[in-house]
């Protein structure tokens, strides 16, 4: 009888370690959600990895990768623009694609900023804003100075193999 009792203590403490300690696919899926709603940052690699998945969906990497001062607005317009295709995407139907929450926005954003590049220095606030229309947090977010950027400021100097600018300085 006590053996049984010490048995089944043994076997709760387990049950209730393994919870606690073994990462479960449900358990991420709530931090993942928790993430994209901005209550817990995105570690920089995390950040990639989302920029990586999320811009990949109707085309391929080479559009971001490719994509240059030259090319247009910076990319925290580009993102903007692109959660329009999303929307008219969805109404279409044609790709199964999830809208982009303004904290996966602006994750995604500084990441090809430090990778690819950022020229919103190049360009006049008050355009910018006008092109950014009524997205308040990406708004809000062009105010912040890259040196308040976290994921941005990581991934400072680490450029994205195939980005222009790699080849633009022959590494
Ligand atoms: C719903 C589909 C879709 C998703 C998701 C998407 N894009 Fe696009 N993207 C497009 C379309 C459509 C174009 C314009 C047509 C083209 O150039 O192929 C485009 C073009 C671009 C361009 C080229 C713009 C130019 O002026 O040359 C860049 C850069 C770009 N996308 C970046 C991104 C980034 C960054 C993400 C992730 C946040 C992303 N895209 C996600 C549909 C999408």
Redesign the pocket.
């Given at each position: 009888m006590k053996k049984g009792v010490i048995i089944a203590v043994v076997v709760i403490i387990g049950v209730v370690l393994a919870v606690v300690f073994v990462p479960n696919p449900v358990e991420e899926r709530v931090r993942q959600e928790l993430k994209a709603r901005g209550y817990l940052e995105y570690t920089p690699e995390e950040a990639v990895k989302l920029?990586y998945t999320?811009?990949t969906?109707?085309?391929s990497e080479e559009?971001?990768l490719k994509?240059c001062s030259r090319?247009?607005p910076p990319?925290i317009v580009?993102?903007h623009y692109?959660k329009k295709?999303?929307d008219i995407?969805q109404k279409k139907g044609t790709?199964d694609?999830k809208q982009?929450t303004d904290a996966e926005?602006i994750a995604?954003i500084q990441v090809?900023n430090a990778m690819v590049g950022n020229w919103e220095g190049d360009w006049r606030k008050k355009d910018l804003k006008k092109l950014l229309e009524n997205d308040v947090a990406l708004i809000e977010f062009l105010d912040v100075p890259v040196e308040k950027r976290p994921i941005e400021m990581a991934l400072r100097g680490r450029t994205a193999p195939g980005a222009y600018r790699y080849q633009q300085e022959g590494l």
């Amino acid at each position: 009888m006590k053996k049984g009792v010490i048995i089944a203590v043994v076997v709760i403490i387990g049950v209730v370690l393994a919870v606690v300690f073994v990462p479960n696919p449900v358990e991420e899926r709530v931090r993942q959600e928790l993430k994209a709603r901005g209550y817990l940052e995105y570690t920089p690699e995390e950040a990639v990895k989302l920029a990586y998945t999320r811009c990949t969906t109707c085309h391929s990497e080479e559009k971001m990768l490719k994509y240059c001062s030259r090319c247009g607005p910076p990319f925290i317009v580009v993102v903007h623009y692109m959660k329009k295709y999303i929307d008219i995407a969805q109404k279409k139907g044609t790709v199964d694609v999830k809208q982009l929450t303004d904290a996966e926005a602006i994750a995604i954003i500084q990441v090809w900023n430090a990778m690819v590049g950022n020229w919103e220095g190049d360009w006049r606030k008050k355009d910018l804003k006008k092109l950014l229309e009524n997205d308040v947090a990406l708004i809000e977010f062009l105010d912040v100075p890259v040196e308040k950027r976290p994921i941005e400021m990581a991934l400072r100097g680490r450029t994205a193999p195939g980005a222009y600018r790699y080849q633009q300085e022959g590494l």
